[in-house]
């Protein structure tokens, strides 16, 4: 078994960021990036102080907009079209889930789509979803999804060979599984969705060569999902009573898998700097 270590592999990719922003300043190009949290969610706030702390390492300017939970969906829409007007922020973050049955789709929707760094716009996700290929989205410098992004960056990094393999993707969240498997399209895998509904799940993920989860729910993938030898990506960070852990059983499936990311310390880690990457290609454009 070899560990994929996101956490290693984020580090040496902050360092190559960190030399195009400096090269970037130099032509007179600053990139920086908005960041929007609304209420006082925990988890929420911990992982935008993380965006900021990313952005000092780098360079890039941070404006964060901290709002309170009764803000209105109108409140904020003002706020992201001043954003969008802002010639100093190349990148605009909304933290989601936003509180109070507030209307993500709505919001996102009104982000600029040159600056939807989380690609969630319906005119990013149209536009991935129509390219034809990996290498047509790298030329086309459109926006990828930071966490499907990340998992792609380390299947090359590791040198995991995607094309022609079996992958099953288990999960088909907007924010998840549905990208994931399209870039794993994109480099001529053979893809399966699997989630809930899925008959003998099991038995399904046994026949990939690649397994990713991204269902959200903890150890839920156990060694009889893994056939012996597969690459299993483990996206889901879930906190439970004795800490953080994946929706992969990490013990259970290590000795079987010839590939796995641990949790904390695998996909996660590449999250933020691949937002940092797309702040940084926005700027670029």
């Known amino acids: ?15 190559e960021l960190k030399t195009r922003v400096e090269a970037m300043k130099k032509r007179g190009i600053e990139p920086g990036l908005a960041t929007i949290l609304v209420g ?17 390492e780098l360079g890039i300017r941070s404006f964060h907009h901290p709002l309170p939970a009764d803000l209105t969906e109108e409140e904020i829409i003002a ?14 973050l909304l933290q989601l889930p936003l509180p109070n049955k507030l209307s993500a789709d709505r919001c996102v929707n009104r982000i ?13 996700i149209g536009k991935l979803c129509e390219a034809k290929s990996w290498n047509e989205i790298l030329e086309r410098q459109l926006f990828i999804p930071c966490t499907p992004y990340g998992v792609m960056i380390l299947l090359d990094k590791y040198g995991i060979e995607v094309s022609g393999k079996n992958a099953v993707v288990i999960g088909r969240s907007n924010l998840g599984g549905k990208p994931v ?23 399904v993920c046994r026949r990939a060569d690649i397994i990713v989860a991204v269902i959200g729910k903890p150890r839920f993938v156990t060694k009889d999902f893994v056939k012996p030898g597969a ?24 000795d079987i898998a010839g590939w796995i990311t641990p949790v904390p310390g695998g996909v996660g880690a590449m999250t933020i700097t691949m937002l940092m990457n797309n702040t940084i290609m926005a700027a670029s454009k």
Do not use: W
């Open 1 to 15: 078994m070899q560990l994929i270590e996101g956490k290693k592999i984020a580090a040496q990719m902050k360092l």
């Open 40 to 56: 006082e969610d925990p988890a929420s706030r911990v992982y935008v102080s993380n965006k900021i702390k990313a952005c000092q």
């Open 79 to 92: 706020l992201i079209e001043n954003l969008n007007a802002d010639i100093r922020v190349s990148g605009i």
């Open 112 to 124: 600029s789509p040159l600056k939807d760094i989380d690609s969630l716009h319906p005119f990013n």
């Open 181 to 203: 498997a399209t870039l794993l399209l994109s480099r001529n895998a053979t893809v399966t969705i699997a989630h809930s509904r899925t008959q003998d799940l099991p038995g």
């Open 231 to 254: 690459v299993v990506i483990d996206v889901g960070i879930n906190r439970t009573e004795t800490g953080l852990c994946g929706d992969v059983d990490f013990d259970n499936v290590k």
